[in-house]
């Protein structure tokens, strides 16, 4: 009897050896449409990222424009109060009237007339 048990036991061990496991259906981590989403998002805080960056950059450009502007407005404004300190110095009625004597003009007190402003 011992032989037959052995066998019965052996047999069953094979039957439950050879039946075929159902094969296990992990679920993914994110379905499809998750990775889509994700993918999605992804790249509109990439555009936008991107969009803050070069608009930072353009404005950087557009101050560095108006600093150098405004740096030449002052020099030019320089050099306009000077030319005009230098018109007051040369419009002086005596320094008029010895250039004219330089030149050999007399002056007619007759044929002086006054302007106002």
Do not use: C
């Not at 048990?5 to 159902?22: G, I, S």
């Not at 094969?23 to 994700?38: C, I």
């Not at 070069?54 to 424009?65: G, L, T």
């Not at 320089?78 to 330089?102: F, P």
């Amino acid at each position: 009897m011992s032989n037959l048990a052995r066998k019965l036991q052996q047999e069953q061990q094979q039957r439950h050896v050879e039946v075929p496991k159902k094969a296990s259906v992990k679920n993914p981590w994110l379905t499809p449409g998750e990775k889509f989403l994700g993918i999605v998002f992804a790249a509109v805080i990439s555009f936008g990222a991107i969009h803050i960056v070069s608009s930072q950059a353009a404005i950087y450009e557009v101050n560095k424009d108006i600093q150098l502007l405004e740096t030449s407005i002052q020099e030019q404004q320089k050099v306009n109060g000077d030319l005009g300190n230098q018109v007051e110095e040369l419009s002086t009625s005596e320094r008029i009237r010895a250039e004219a004597e330089k030149l050999g003009l007399k002056l007619n007190e007759n044929n002086v007339k006054v302007v106002q402003d």
